[in-house]
């Protein structure tokens, strides 16, 4: 490789963090985050599940959601290089905006959540098809651009709100269509899956690229399970803490983890090639 080409690809780094222990850890709270804080402002303040909801509250949560994370996701592109602050607020504005849209989804548009989970698995595998068939890859350690981060930030959301659903669907009671395993029984199948995963990815059985993806979308029923678990009433199987103070807790922990954790940006694929 010529030592101009050479120069190229070490100057080129991820714009999103490295893929470790830490990010798992981070990514499943803020997950949590985002099932409590959708639920605080829908559930809570605009009273979808109280006796005088606001009408339209599922779609009002989503839009103000989405306003911000494309507020944020404005700003990532924009950055010049990996802010773990940006990037983690932009993580939890899309798994906020994936807890009301699911909602809606499953709920206000009628289609239950058989319906909305194959609704969203397909918006998901099609982004990534057409990501490939752009770009060639969906490496996520591959993400420079702005095209490359618009396609992210699309899967991102779409995996968040398709996790949302299935939680919901996994975690809800036979007679409301689900599949009747409680908020613990629903984390605990996720656990497993992801535990399943990591083996598969410490055995070296399958391809990274797709582990990630199948790790990105499990995380998020198990970070919604968790969620309901802590803030849905005690006759529904939850601890029943309050919505705004649970999210503000976990806030909290995802600020000081970032703090504590090493944050980086991830290795370019061709880093390695480039330095041999």
């Given at each position: ?204 059985k399958a391809n990274n690229v797709v582990l990630f993806w199948a790790a990105f979308i499990l995380t998020r029923p198990l970070g ?29 922990v995802i600020v000081l983890l970032v703090l504590v954790l090493p944050q980086r940006p991830g290795q370019h694929p061709g880093y ?5």
């Open positions: 490789m010529m030592d101009t080409d050479r120069d190229l690809v070490c100057d080129m780094v991820s714009k999103v963090p490295a893929v470790t222990l830490g990010f798992w850890i981070i990514k499943v709270l803020a997950t949590t985050l985002g099932e409590t804080g959708g639920d605080t402002v829908t559930m809570t303040w605009l009273g979808e599940t109280g006796p005088n909801p606001v009408y339209g509250g599922y779609l009002i949560g989503a839009g103000i959601f989405a306003v911000l994370l494309i507020g944020f996701v404005w700003t990532q592109i924009r950055a010049h290089k990996f802010n773990p602050w940006l990037y983690w607020a932009t993580i939890v504005a899309s798994t906020t905006l994936g807890t009301t849209l699911a909602d809606f989804a499953d709920r206000s548009l009628g289609i239950g959540y058989p319906g909305g989970s194959l609704l969203l698995l397909t918006c998901v595998l099609a982004s990534l098809f057409v990501w490939h068939r752009t770009l060639g890859t969906v490496n996520v350690n591959t993400i420079t651009t702005a095209r490359q981060e618009i396609f992210y930030w699309i899967t991102i959301t779409f995996s968040q709100t398709l996790g949302t659903a299935l939680g919901d669907w996994a975690a809800d009671d036979l007679d409301q269509g689900g599949w009747g395993l409680g908020y613990e029984g629903g984390a605990l199948v996720f656990g497993a899956g992801l535990a399943v995963l990591a083996v598969l990815y410490f055995t070296k919604a399970t968790v969620g309901d678990l802590l803030d849905k009433p005690v006759s529904s199987g939850g601890f029943h803490f309050s919505r705004p103070l649970a999210s503000a807790v976990l806030a909290a390695a090639e480039a330095t041999a």
